[in-house]
């Protein structure tokens, strides 16, 4: 499953043409603001997750090979991607609405990220990055969020309860 939100007052700047690639469709979405969210996005210390890693690694792999430039990890992003991960694991239930209602660009203003334009995808099952994102790659609009060349920062989460909850939240600040 995936999901793009732009904001941008003209249409977000289209990815570089690919061979096999399809773009998901853009739509506008207003600005909201909710109350803070517990939990982290990234390992004790502040650093990365090896998995979180590697999927960045991957994610930045594909998209060198489609031309478009590599995403910086931002740690807002990590945080709600890693705080939607548990909140699908807790309730055994993957989807882009959280348990309480709220959809990415939500999650993304309880984090404080101001953002342009966003893209998720979700997964559930995939036992490691590698399969995690072979299963995306072959997912058109999955594939279309990991190749828009607009997105600039990435965030990962990964949390398991009956398999591992994944989730990449891709976005373009204001």
């Given at each position: 499953?995936?999901?793009?939100?732009?904001?941008?007052?003209?249409?977000?700047?289209?990815?570089?043409?690919?061979?096999?690639?399809?773009?998901?469709?853009?739509?506008?979405?207003?600005?909201?603001?909710?109350?803070?969210?517990g939990g982290a996005g990234v390992a004790p210390g502040g650093s990365v997750s090896s998995q979180a890693r590697e999927v960045v690694n991957l994610v930045n792999a594909e998209r060198a090979k489609a031309g478009c430039g590599a995403l910086s990890i931002d740690d807002k992003l990590m945080t709600a991607a890693q705080r939607h991960s548990q909140d699908q694991a807790d309730h055994r239930n993957m989807s882009h609405t959280g348990s309480d209602g709220s959809d990415a660009g939500d999650r993304l203003d309880r984090v404080g990220y101001s953002w342009r334009t966003y893209g998720e995808n979700v997964a559930w099952n995939q036992k490691t990055p590698a399969a995690v994102m072979d299963a995306w790659m072959n997912s058109s609009g999955h594939r279309a969020n990991i190749l828009n060349c607009a997105f600039t920062e990435i965030g990962v989460g990964v949390a398991s309860s009956n398999g591992p909850y994944w989730t990449q939240v891709f976005a373009a600040p204001r």
């Open positions: 499953r995936c999901v793009i939100r732009d904001t941008s007052p003209t249409k977000a700047t289209k990815p570089k043409p690919a061979p096999a690639r399809t773009t998901a469709p853009s739509r506008r979405s207003p600005e909201r603001s909710t109350a803070p969210a």
